[in-house]
Nanobody, 115 residues
Framework: QVQLVESGGGLVHPGGSLRLSCAGSGSRFSNAIVSWYRQAPGEQRDLVASISGSSTTYADSVKGRFTISRDNAKNTLSLQMDSLQPEDTAVYYC??????????WGQGIQVTVSS
């Protein structure tokens, strides 16, 4: 079975940094599109960043502040978040879209940016 487990969230002050990690089992990140999404209270789930092969994409709201990376040897996905702002507060989800079209989500992890 495919399982994704996020870690690294928490509370940070505006301007601070956090690094999220997603550990995958049952599926290889190297042969899939892996992504971070986030969902704020009362809002839809939005794409934050994706990586496929050597290509990365970012939402306009996080460009220049967030960096997505993948470690194929460890089968781990990371999101380095710098210059965090209150509007970044959300539950962040790790996602994998396998080549066969299966879509799997982690349980989500809370990121809160507040003074």
């Amino acid at each position: 079975q495919v399982q994704l487990v996020e870690s690294g969230g928490g509370l940070v002050h505006p301007g601070g940094s956090l690094r999220l990690s997603c550990a995958g089992s049952g599926s290889r990140f190297s042969n899939a599109i892996v992504s971070w999404y986030r969902q704020a209270p009362g809002e839809q789930r939005d794409l934050v960043a994706s990586i496929s092969g050597s290509s990365t994409t970012y939402a306009d709201s996080v460009k220049g502040r967030f960096t997505i990376s993948r470690d194929n040897a460890k089968n781990t996905l990371s999101l380095q978040m710098d210059s965090l702002q209150p509007e970044d507060t959300a539950v962040y989800y790790c996602d994998i879209l396998e080549p066969m079209g299966r879509h799997y989500w982690g349980q989500g992890i809370q990121v809160t940016v507040s003074s």
